[in-house]
C-alpha cells in the first residue's frame, strides 16, 4: 500500500515535471525572440541565445518599427502594420456578415438545393490555394485591382466566407426552428426574424467567428505576397522582406523585435479571448 | 388585383433567401469551381508568361515531372509529412493523455502548448532561423555551456535542412492536437478506465487497449488536418529556409509560387497546382465518405 503510494506520488512527480519540461520548450521561441529584441548587437554577438539582455535597449524595436529596410524602402514595419490593417478589417467585418446571413438561410430556410450548396461550400475550405492563384490574379488585373488593398480585401472576403458560413450555419442549426415558425405566424419578416431572435443570442459565434478571420487574415502571407504590390504589402510579407533584406550587418534583434510586432495582435488577441480561440480552431477543425 | 397585390410582396418575402445566398453562391461557382477548371485547363496550354490556349496534352505534366526541382519538393513533401504527421500526433496524444491526470494549473499548461497556432507561419520560420543560426543560435549556446566542438547547421546543410522545418511546424500545430485529443479524452467516462482496471490492466494497458481504440475518430481527424497544413506548407519554408539551400527544402507549394510567379512557367505551374488539389482529394473524399457515412449510420 505504502510503496503503491509512493510510486504514485513518483509517477505524479514525473507527469508534472515532463508537463513542465514541455511547457518550457514551448515557451523558448517566445523567450528567445523577446531577449533578442532587447539587446544591442555587441552582446547578441558574445552573449548566448538564453542569455537574458544585459543593458536592455529599445533600439531594435524603434528600427523595426520605423527605419528598418524591408526591400528597397527604409521606413520599418509601420506602414505595413496599416496595411494590414485595411486589410483586416474590412474582409473580416464583410466575410462575417456574409456568413452570419448565409448561415441563417442554410439553417433555418433551406430550399431545394441548399444542401448541395452548402456541401459544395464546404468543400471549398479544403482546396489548396494553388489552384486558384493564377486565375485569380487574371481576375484582379481585369478588375483593375491587381496590387490593391481592394483587391486583397476581396480575396479574402471570397475565401474566407466559407468559413463564416460553416460556423453560423452549425451554430444556428441549434436554434429551435419553431420559433421561426411562430414568428412567421406572427407575420415577422426574413429580416425582421433574424435581428429580433438570430442577432441577440449570436454574440458568441460573432466572437469566435471574428477571431477566427482576424487570425486567418492577419497571418495570411500567400495571398498578400501574391496580389500585393509594393506599398499595399501586409504585415506577413513585410516582416519576411525584413528578415531576408540584407543591407549591411544582419541586425537579429531587428528581426526579432519586428517579429513580435507581427505577432503581437494575433497574441493579444490569443491572451485576452483564448476561449473563443479555442472554440473556432475545433470549429474549424475540417480545415485546419 | 387585390389578390395579385397581396401575393406580389409574399413572393419577394420567399426569394430572399435565395437572393441571400446568391452572391456567395455566384462567387463560389466562379472562384473556387471555375477557377479550379480555368487552372485545369491551364496545365493542358503552353502558357508561359500570360495564358494562352494551345492545347499541348500532358506536356507540361511531362515536363514537371522531369523536373528535379519537382521531384525533390514532392520527396520532401512525403519526408515531412511523415515526420510532421507522426511527431504531433505522438506528442499531442501524450501531452494531452497527462494533461488529463487532474493536473493543478492545467488551464495555464494548455494555454502555453496552444499559443504558437496564434501566430503566423512567417512569425514561426523567423523566430526558428534565428534559434537555429549556424553560428550565433544553438550552436553557440551548446558551445558557451562548454561542448567546444559541437556543431548544429541543419539551416545551411542540404540533407538536414527539411528537418527546420519539421521541427518548426511541430512546435506550431502539436498544441492543437494536443486540444484535440483532450477533448476526446474528456468526452470518454472515467469508469471505463476504471472498470478496465478493476479487471487488472495497468494504466498504460487500459490506455493502450481501452481508450486509444475509442479516440480513433480523433486520430484520423487529426492526420487529415495534419496532412492538409502539410500539403499547404509554404510560408513557413518561405521565412524559414526560402526552401534552401539551393532548392533543397522546396515543397510542392513554393514549386508553384516560382514557377508560376517568378519564372514565368504558367503551365508548369499550373500542372503542380492540379497534382497538389489531387493529393488534397486523395486524402478528402475517403475522410468525407467515411464521415458522412457514419453520420447516416448515428441518425
Not at chain 1, 486567418?216 to 504590390?229: C, E, H, P
Not at chain 2, 488529463?100 to 520560420?125: C, H, N, W
Request: aromatic residues 14%.
Amino acid at each position: 500500500m505504502l510503496a503503491n503510494s509512493s510510486g504514485m506520488n513518483f509517477g505524479r512527480a514525473f507527469i508534472y515535471a515532463l508537463l513542465g519540461l514541455f511547457a518550457l520548450l514551448y515557451l523558448t521561441p517566445l523567450y528567445v525572440m523577446l531577449s533578442t529584441s532587447f539587446k544591442d548587437i555587441e552582446e547578441i554577438r558574445s552573449g548566448n541565445l538564453l542569455a537574458l539582455p544585459q543593458d536592455p535597449t529599445l533600439y531594435a524595436w524603434s528600427k523595426a518599427w520605423s527605419s528598418a529596410c524591408t526591400g528597397s524602402e527604409c521606413e520599418g514595419l509601420a506602414p505595413f502594420f496599416m496595411n494590414s490593417v485595411k486589410i483586416v478589417v474590412p474582409a473580416v467585418l464583410i466575410s462575417t456578415i456574409i456568413g452570419a446571413l448565409n448561415g441563417y438561410v442554410l439553417s433555418k430556410w433551406r430550399f431545394r438545393g441548399s444542401e448541395i450548396l452548402f456541401g459544395a461550400l464546404l468543400f471549398g475550405c479544403f482546396i489548396p490555394f494553388q489552384v486558384i492563384l493564377l486565375p485569380m490574379a487574371r481576375l484582379l488585373a481585369t478588375l483593375g485591382l491587381a496590387n490593391t488593398v481592394t483587391g486583397l480585401v476581396l480575396v479574402h472576403v471570397i475565401y474566407g466566407v466559407a468559413f463564416t458560413t460553416l460556423f453560423f450555419r452549425n451554430f444556428y442549426v441549434g436554434i429551435p426552428t419553431e420559433l421561426v415558425k411562430a414568428a412567421q405566424l406572427d407575420g415577422a419578416s426574413f429580416f425582421q426574424i433574424f435581428r429580433h431572435i438570430f442577432l441577440p443570442v449570436s454574440i458568441p459565434i460573432f466572437t469566435v467567428t471574428i477571431i477566427w478571420q482576424f487570425t486567418q487574415i492577419w497571418n495570411d502571407f500567400l495571398f498578400g505576397v501574391v496580389y500585393s504590390g509594393p506599398g499595399t504589402q501586409p504585415i506577413t510579407v513585410a516582416l519576411n522582406n525584413l528578415v531576408n533584406t540584407s543591407m549591411g550587418g544582419k541586425e537579429y534583434n531587428v528581426d526579432m523585435a519586428a517579429a513580435v510586432i507581427a505577432a503581437l495582435p494575433t497574441l493579444l488577441v490569443y491572451v485576452l479571448a483564448g476561449k473563443y480561440f479555442v472554440r473556432g480552431l475545433t470549429a474549424g477543425a475540417v480545415k485546419g | 388585383m387585390s389578390v395579385s397585390k397581396a401575393k406580389r410582396p409574399m413572393t419577394l418575402e420567399s426569394l430572399l433567401p435565395k437572393l441571400v445566398l446568391a452572391p456567395t453562391t455566384a462567387a463560389m461557382l466562379i472562384c473556387m469551381y471555375g477557377f479550379m477548371i480555368w487552372t485545369g485547363a491551364l496545365s493542358f496550354t503552353k502558357s508561359r508568361m500570360l495564358p494562352q490556349w494551345d492545347f499541348v496534352g500532358f506536356e507540361q505534366y511531362g515536363k514537371l515531372f522531369d523536373n528535379p526541382r519537382w521531384d525533390v519538393a514532392l520527396n520532401n513533401l512525403v519526408i515531412f509529412g511523415i515526420l510532421f504527421i507522426a511527431i504531433s500526433l505522438l506528442l499531442g496524444l501524450l501531452l494531452a493523455i497527462f494533461l488529463d491526470q487532474k493536473i493543478r494549473g492545467e488551464g495555464a499548461i494548455r494555454t502555453i502548448y496552444l499559443y504558437p497556432m496564434a501566430v503566423s507561419f512567417v512569425v514561426t520560420g523567423t523566430a526558428w532561423k534565428w534559434i537555429l543560426n549556424p553560428s550565433l543560435g544553438l550552436e553557440k549556446l551548446v558551445r558557451d555551456l562548454g561542448f567546444e566542438d559541437f556543431e548544429f547547421r541543419w539551416l545551411v546543410d542540404q540533407d538536414m535542412a527539411l528537418y527546420t522545418i519539421v521541427i518548426a511546424a511541430v512546435w506550431q500545430s502539436s498544441g492543437f492536437i494536443m486540444a484535440m485529443f483532450l477533448a476526446g479524452l474528456r468526452g470518454i467516462d472515467d469508469s471505463l478506465i476504471k472498470a478496465a482496471q478493476i479487471d487488472g490492466a495497468s494504466p498504460t494497458q487500459a490506455y493502450w487497449h481501452v481508450i486509444l481504440p475509442i479516440l480513433r475518430p480523433v486520430f484520423f481527424s487529426a492526420i487529415v488536418i495534419l496532412s492538409h497544413i502539410a500539403i499547404k506548407s509554404f510560408d513557413l519554408v518561405q521565412a524559414l529556409t526560402g526552401g534552401g539551400p539551393g532548392y533543397a527544402s522546396d515543397l510542392p507549394a513554393n514549386f508553384m509560387y516560382t514557377f508560376a510567379f517568378n519564372r514565368a512557367q504558367m503551365g508548369v505551374g499550373a500542372a503542380s497546382a492540379m497534382i497538389m488539389l489531387m493529393g488534397v482529394l486523395a486524402i478528402l473524399i475517403p475522410y468525407l465518405y467515411s464521415e458522412l457515412r457514419g453520420q447516416k449510420n448515428a441518425s
